[in-house]
């Protein structure tokens, strides 16, 4: 059963790949039009989305150059008409010792992970206030709560998203629009699979209460739950998809 209208379209960053190659799929096969957002085309997600009976536009875009971000949103505006969810999924994650992270890198990791992520709401929260009804969510992480080593810029930017989430949910609740956060675990995702040690997979599993390694496909539930009509009572809140790692 299709979750949304067909009239819905919804726009996911990161959908090149991994998470956001599935949360493009799944808001297809719950009725929505998707605007496919990545550093380079989505060519093989949009084969996804046409296969699961929708429509998608591809707009190429790097997240951490503001003004890209403002072209993507005037772009993304004229095509559709106004985007009704917005799924924040892209991120950078250069895992490196805490003393060896630049300034220059930590810039991007919070342009990319954090200040795109604001920029895409304020640029799509007129349309969506319109309307009266749109759909915000968050990628966090729960290694905020229970960080690996290596990853000191990724989980501060994880944490600024909570906080981002929390104030734009205050802003945007008497409007009809919601604006949540997942929280996911450690998921085996290809850039994952291919950079993180064995030795954290491991101890990330050691912290679960269902041990085993988290898949993109157990994120897509909750994704499509809170972009739905049926979570249109929940705003201001961190879904933590990740085993039972942090209890809430």
């Known amino acids: 059963m299709k979750r949304h209208s067909t009239n819905r379209v919804a726009l996911v960053t990161g959908a090149a790949r991994g998470l956001g190659q599935v949360f493009a799929e799944r808001l297809a096969q719950d009725g929505c039009k998707l605007v496919l957002v990545d550093l380079g085309p989505c060519e093989q997600t949009r084969g996804l989305v046409e296969r699961a009976g929708s429509s998608a536009w591809d707009i190429p875009c790097d997240l951490?150059?503001?003004d890209a971000v403002e072209r993507l949103i005037g772009q993304a505006t004229a095509a559709t008409g106004g985007i009704d969810i917005l799924v924040n999924n892209a991120a950078f994650q250069?895992?490196?010792?805490?003393?060896?992270?630049?300034?220059?890198?930590?810039?991007?990791?919070?342009a990319v992970n954090t200040e795109a992520s604001f920029l895409l709401a304020q640029g799509f929260a007129p349309k969506m206030i319109e309307r009266g009804w749109g759909r915000i969510v968050n990628l966090a992480s729960s290694s905020a709560w229970a960080p690996p080593p290596g990853f000191t810029g990724y989980i501060a930017s994880k944490m600024a998203n909570i906080g981002l989430m929390r104030s734009l949910?205050?802003?945007?609740?008497?409007q009809g629009i919601t604006v949540n956060a997942i929280a996911p675990g450690l998921t085996r995702t290809e850039a994952a699979a291919r950079d993180v040690p064995d030795f954290i997979w491991e101890r990330v599993k050691g912290q679960q209460l269902i041990h085993r390694v988290g898949e993109p496909r157990d994120l897509v539930g909750a994704m499509s739950f809170l972009c739905s009509d049926d979570a249109a009572f929940i705003t201001g809140q961190t879904l933590h998809v990740d085993g039972g790692a942090v209890l809430g």
């Not at 250069?94 to 919070?110: G, N, S, V």
């Not at 949910?169 to 008497?174: P, Q, R, S, V």
């Open 64 to 66: 951490a150059d503001g």
């Open 94 to 110: 250069p895992m490196m010792a805490w003393h060896e992270l630049k300034a220059a890198t930590l810039r991007r990791i919070l």
């Open 169 to 174: 949910a205050l802003e945007l609740g008497d």
